[in-house]
């Protein structure tokens, strides 16, 4: 069974670019589990996926001609059944082994082994393994038909290349060609109505010969490289792109540096199969437009990488990716500065005509865009926000912040119909916020209008200043309430209206800004804007989604899931932005080692105290007759109120620490006192002792949550 090395390789029109890598991946990934699965390689075999926009290929390490036979143990019958009583094998036996292609000479041969409460025959035979060329077939098959296909096409085959019975196929793009090899000879597969073989097709223009030959598997990204022009590897050439675009960068100088963009990065790389970076240019009276529509409008529709200088401000250069090497690349850039002028003009046009109108003038017209059928218009939307951001900006900064959360919510939404954001709606806010500062409104207007959309996504920057945070905060909190209130509500991967994205960054706000606001009251409040009877009394859904998020947000920050439920379920959790000091607290309590005995203690105490009914908190010390009650009693005289106090003044990790000191009389009481005593008195004095130790323990933290 020799082991070589494969190399599949479809070749097609060109693919889908923002699919391309997820496809390749795909296709490779598959692929070689299947191969594994049929033991015609490693398990640890190594995979090497290739995806540009004309193929999609893959090369296997160690790839067997043929799979080991396996051992194969099949479980006939209970031998009562197989057997009659002189031990000759019954009709049963006999059909069965023929279904498995053996006589009556298989019999002497068959095992013996308990079953359950029985014994059973079993055929044990040896399994020959998997020939290359069907397991290949097979694991073809399989990848092909598992690939995120974006959208399907239906093709009619090319003549003269049509398998009997073929007519048309179904994939993402037409295929022309079908490359496998193993070592350096042909595996005989078919797929997509072509027949397999050791050729295929370069660079379109640039290829040095047509068809390019691969000699062997490992040869193939070469022969592509030299004899094709292409680079075959998704990651290989991304890096070119990079190493490229960095040195183009370098020769404009002045500290320019691309567009940092990983999702143009990836879509560029799809669209070139050997890239050759270029500089070109723009007339400078266009960066008198906002530098963010310029930016949008060269990726979105150009996929250029915009240039920006020392500071990050927009050049007038920027950078083209071509797809092929002239001599002469003049014509080349021409063509692309051509092209971007039309684009960059509208775009300052849009600009120019937006400021003809102040934003304050554009808020009568949101009565008369539809934001949702059952929630009424943007207009509508709009009041509700205010309402809420009013709210809270007077519990956070009284009538000024009140006053400035009201102007900004007003304003907030009514770039939405200039035209620059009819055009381009990613900028929406940013462009409010500078058609805000044309309008002669202050930066904090400006900056919470254009923040109040913030965090847009994990790890997205907060809102700069307080009235955006209280906008953005308002925002979101409608859109939950009124979503959960229509039952909108996220199902598995579905989440059309972001509502987890506008939970976390409540979340975000709440914590990382460290509001003083309470989390029950803002969603109630959020429920309170809406008309009566508009909505359906979701609130303590609601309650529990944004709760979800914030657990996620907290274990994604590092903490662990007995952390964070501990920190979240304490008994007087507060504002959440006291939580992560809680975590913190939570952390070093579980460093000491009174940490398990203590938190075990107090998981018990809990059990009894939900057991009992009626339990006051008044001790009574007369009634305190046991040594180890009268020492617990003692020692939380000494150590709670410190505690209390470190609580009090926001030492969480103080206050836990110091009741550490109560591990030793817990541990006492617990083994010479009977809390459930007789006496009907001793019994409700010991258990309010429990009681009063209990909520003392969970100020800061639910300790139960700790216990293993």
Same mark, same amino acid.
């Given at each position: ?111 013996? =082994?308990? *079953? %359950?409460?029985?014994? !059973?025959? /079993?055929? #044990?035979?040896? +399994? ?5 060329? @069907? ?89 592509? =490289?030299? *004899? %094709?022009?292409?680079? !075959?590897? /998704?990651? #290989?050439?991304? +890096? ?5 675009? @960095? ?462």
């Amino acid at each position: 069974m020799t082991a070589q090395n494969l190399l599949v390789e479809l070749f097609v029109e060109e693919l889908p670019p923002k699919a391309l890598k997820k496809l390749g991946d795909a296709f490779a990934t598959a692929l070689v589990q299947s191969l594994k699965a049929r033991g015609l390689a490693p398990a640890d075999a190594a995979v090497t996926a290739f995806a540009s926009p004309r193929r999609l290929g893959a090369h296997v390490v160690g790839v067997l001609a043929r799979a080991a036979d396996k051992p194969v143990s099949q479980k006939l019958m209970p031998v009562a059944v197989g057997l009659d009583a002189n031990g000759q094998p019954t009709p049963a036996l006999l059909k069965r082994l023929a279904g498995l292609g053996a006589d009556a000479s298989a019999v002497a041969g068959l095992r013996r =082994a308990p *079953d %359950g409460k029985a014994e !059973a025959l /079993f055929f #044990d035979s040896v +399994a020959p393994g998997a020939e290359l060329a @069907a397991g290949l077939q097979k694991a073809l098959d399989e990848a092909i038909a598992q690939l995120p296909i974006p959208k399907v096409m239906t093709y009619q085959l090319e003549s003269g290349c049509a398998l009997p019975g073929w007519d048309s196929v179904q994939f993402v793009r037409p295929a022309h060609g079908l490359v496998a090899l193993h070592g350096s000879a042909v595996v005989p597969v078919q797929a997509l109505g072509l027949q397999s073989g050791n050729t295929t097709h370069g660079h379109r223009f640039e290829a040095k010969v047509d068809p390019v030959v691969i000699a062997n598997a490992d040869a193939y990204a070469a022969a592509l =490289a030299n *004899d %094709g022009a292409v680079i !075959a590897s /998704f990651a #290989d050439r991304r +890096a070119e792109i990079v190493r490229q675009l @960095a040195a183009a960068a370098a020769k404009v100088g002045g500290g320019c540096q691309p567009i940092d963009d990983d999702a143009l990065l990836d879509e560029v790389t799809a669209l070139v199969e050997r890239p050759n970076v270029l500089v070109c240019e723009f007339e400078t009276q266009f960066l008198d437009v906002p530098q963010e529509c310029l930016i949008l409008t060269m990726k979105a529709n150009q996929k250029y990488f915009p240039l920006l200088d020392a500071q990050g401000r927009l050049t007038n250069r920027f950078l083209v990716v071509s797809n092929i090497s002239p001599a002469d690349a003049s014509a080349v850039t021409g063509g692309n500065e051509r092209v971007v002028r039309p684009r960059l003009a509208d775009a300052k046009f849009f600009f120019d005509q937006d400021r003809k109108k102040t934003l304050e003038s554009r808020v009568e017209g949101l009565g008369k865009v539809v934001y949702h059928n059952q929630l009424g218009t943007q207009g509508e939307r709009v009041e509700r926000v205010r309402a809420m951001a009013k709210a809270i900006g007077q519990q956070l900064g009284g009538d000024v912040l009140a006053q400035q959360a009201d102007t900004a919510a007003r304003l907030a939404k009514t770039d939405l119909l200039t035209d620059m954001v009819g055009e381009f709606s990613e900028l929406q806010g940013i462009m409010g916020g500078y058609y805000a500062r044309h309008d002669g409104l202050s930066e904090a207007i400006a900056f919470a209008i254009e923040d109040h959309y913030k965090p847009r996504f994990a790890g997205d920057a907060l809102p700069r200043n307080t009235v955006g945070t209280v906008v953005a905060l308002a925002d979101k909190l409608e859109t939950l309430a009124g979503m959960f209130g229509i039952g909108n509500l996220p199902t598995g991967d579905k989440d059309p209206f972001a509502l987890r994205r506008h939970a976390l960054g409540v979340a975000r706000m709440l914590i990382e800004g460290g509001l003083p606001l309470q989390f029950h009251e803002l969603t109630r409040l959020a429920f309170s804007v809406f008309p009566k009877g508009a909505l359906q009394d979701t609130v303590v859904q609601l309650d529990e989604f944004l709760i979800e998020r914030l657990k996620g947000y907290l274990k994604d920050s590092g903490y662990s899931v007995a952390e964070v439920d501990a920190a979240l379920y304490a008994r007087q959790l507060g504002f959440w932005s006291t939580v992560p000091r809680r975590l913190a607290a939570v952390r070093e309590f579980q460093a000491l080692p009174e940490a398990p005995a203590l938190a075990a203690a107090n998981k018990r105490i809990g059990n009894i105290l939900k057991k009992s009914d009626g339990v006051g908190d008044a001790v009574n010390a007369s009634l305190l007759n046991e040594p180890a009650e009268r020492a617990l009693f003692d020692a939380m005289q000494a150590t709670v109120p410190g505690a209390d106090a470190r609580f009090e003044a926001g030492d969480f990790t103080a206050s836990l620490q110091a009741l550490a000191a109560l591990r030793a009389p817990v541990d006492a009481f617990f083994d010479g006192v009977m809390v459930n005593a007789d006496d009907p008195a001793l019994k409700a004095n010991r258990l309010a002792l429990l009681q009063q130790l209990h909520r003392a323990m969970n100020r800061v933290a639910d300790l139960s949550r700790l216990a293993a």
